[in-house]
């Protein structure tokens, strides 16, 4: 059924043409909505939304959040920071900002229109954890002074602030802590595992494993993820999380070279080995508990039928 253009819902989502919000956006514009991507190409691609340029309830703004934006709007989904450790290591000041100046913005924005914010933080608050898997209720071992921590710190800081405009504003706030998430639209060039490895294999240039390759993570495919998102913002008011959104299978790093190798035959690259990077953590793996109860969502796509797609998508 066709929805009426007055009653169209008007959804922000900052950081519209990276990886994980350009798939928002699709499945958005297909919802019904009208969606407003706010951009400001440090690591997104207009690539990524360039077939919905055309689309008339797209639209595209060139913007930081760092800065302040005046809108209306119904809803917001914040995705804006750089979020591979290649990229968000290469200024962590702005990084710094993005993540505390940025949200504060987007909350601000929130207040302003009474509009929904859902907010997507990430695994890293739980730094190299102790508790395995990890639940939401884990508070995280976190060095606040390692190379890591302009991310980690950042989106801690910026989920206390989202808790505090929730408690003293009653802004109308959701917290989704996303783990490690693969796809077509991932950048080639961001140094993450998946992509790495495979645009290795597909080079016939050797896959880098970094320390022993012993370490672990858990690694969930792109329209799982975006399910997982839409259903959280649509929940009960009631329900504002943090909750973990993520694939529970865990491989070590190893395995998943091996297996990159093994689904592409034709490679002639073999697996080397380099230094293990600064306080990356040694396991990762989600307990889905709560989303799976609050939101009836879990992953659907296995780790091998997601490769297969993404192999496709960087050939
Ligand atoms: N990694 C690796 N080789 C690479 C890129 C990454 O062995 O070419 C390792 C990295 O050290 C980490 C894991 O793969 O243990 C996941 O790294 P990624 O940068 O994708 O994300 P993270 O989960 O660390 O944020």
Known sequence: MEIEEEEKK???????????????????????????????????????????????NFKLIEHNIIEPISLEIDQIYNLACPASPVHYQKD???????????????????????ARLLHTSTS???????????????????????????????????????????RQNKTDIKIVRIFN??????????????????????????????GNGEQTRSFCYIDDMVDGLYKMMESSEDFIGPVNMGNPDEFTIKQLA????????????????????????????????????KLNWQPKIELRQGLIKTINYFK
């Open 10 to 56: 008007k959804v922000l989502v900052a950081g519209g043409a990276g990886f994980i919000g350009s798939h928002l956006c699709r499945r958005l514009l297909k919802e019904g909505n009208k969606v407003i991507c706010l951009d400001n190409f440090y690591t997104g691609n207009k690539e990524n939304i360039k077939e919905l340029a055309d689309n008339k």
């Open 181 to 210: 998430t693969y796809g077509p639209n991932m950048d080639p060039d961001d140094g993450r595992v998946v992509s790495n490895f495979v645009t290795q294999a597909l080079r016939n240039e050797d896959l880098t494993v970094y």
């Open 92 to 114: 962590p000041i702005f990084t710094i900002r993005t993540n505390v100046w940025g949200i504060w913005n987007m909350l601000e924005l929130a207040k302003r229109n009474n």
């Open 258 to 293: 091996e297996m990159v190798l093994e689904m592409m035959p034709e490679s002639k690259s073999e697996i080397i080995y380099k230094p293990l990077p600064q306080d990356d953590p040694k396991q990762r793996c989600p307990d889905i508990t709560l989303a799976k109860e």
């Open 124 to 166: 890293e608050v739980y730094g190299d954890p102790k508790e395995h898997p990890q639940k939401e209720t884990y508070w995280g071992n976190v060095n606040p002074i390692g190379i890591r921590a302009n991310y980690d710190e950042g989106k801690r800081c910026a989920e206390t602030l989202i808790m505090d405009y929730y």
